[in-house]
């Protein structure tokens, strides 16, 4: 398993600290130090079932300045966006063992992915 984490968002810290109490070992990958790349995120919003977009943080101050509310819906150019600004990701996302992938941002989703790696 592993967790894109945050360790200045809450809801990160909570995901980290529900897998910890879980005894679920776990891979740590603090996404703002280790950007992902464009095929990274590709993989991942396949695994996601969403588009970039879906999970693109649009209330952050970079996402305002872009203008992203009003960009083309352009998979490959989002990508590209969210390589270049890491912060602009939805956060935590786990990945499950078997490659499913979740953003646990409550309970019940967190719940599922916990519940998904042990299967």
Known sequence: M???????????????AALDAAGTPYTERRYL???PTEAELAALVTKLGVEPWDITRMS???AKDLDLANAPRDRSAWLK???????????????TGDGRAYVPRDAETLRRALGDDAS
Request: hydrophobic share 35%.
């Open 60 to 62: 952050e101050p970079i």
């Open 2 to 16: 592993e967790i894109w984490h945050n360790p200045r968002c809450s809801k990160s810290r909570t995901a980290k």
């Open 33 to 35: 130090d280790q950007p």
């Open 81 to 95: 966006v969210l390589a270049e600004h890491p912060s602009l990701i939805q956060r935590p996302i786990v990945i």
